[in-house]
């Protein structure tokens, strides 16, 4: 019995080969469908309206003025006081329907500096 169950061992293989060798190849599998990919597409930040904002500065001296001046030592008439401005404006974000601000600094403007009252000085300028 023993040499039975070994002999059939091969012959069980052979028959497996000629069963896949018979089958007919099966033509491949057309390739999956994909749903067409589109750029996402974001709407654009709407600027509702723009102004004009000085930069204001404080001293406990004077309080708040629209300039100051660049130097420590303040001389009435010196080409030494600077206005700031910033450009704001107001955006509206319809991606998340949200109201934002943006500035846009100006160059600083250069001017004599008045008889009174005595600006603070500015923040450092430059790097």
């Not at 070994?6 to 749903?35: E, F, H, K, R, Y």
């Not at 934002?100 to 160059?107: N, V, W």
């Amino acid at each position: 019995m023993r040499a039975s169950v070994i002999g059939a061992v091969p012959v069980i293989g052979m028959l497996a080969q000629l069963a896949v060798a018979a089958t007919p190849l099966a033509p491949p599998a057309p390739p999956l469908a994909t749903a067409p990919v589109f750029p996402l597409i974001t709407p654009l930040p709407v600027v509702t309206g723009c102004h004009v904002e000085p930069r204001l500065f404080h001293s406990l001296k004077t309080g708040w003025v629209d300039y100051c001046r660049g130097h420590l030592g303040y001389a009435p008439g010196a080409l030494d006081c600077y206005n700031f401005t910033d450009q704001v404006c107001t955006v509206f974000l319809p991606a998340t329907q949200r109201w934002t601000e943006s500035r846009q600094e100006s160059p600083p403007v250069v001017f004599p500096c008045p008889d009174a009252p005595e600006p603070p000085s500015c923040p450092r300028l430059g790097p």
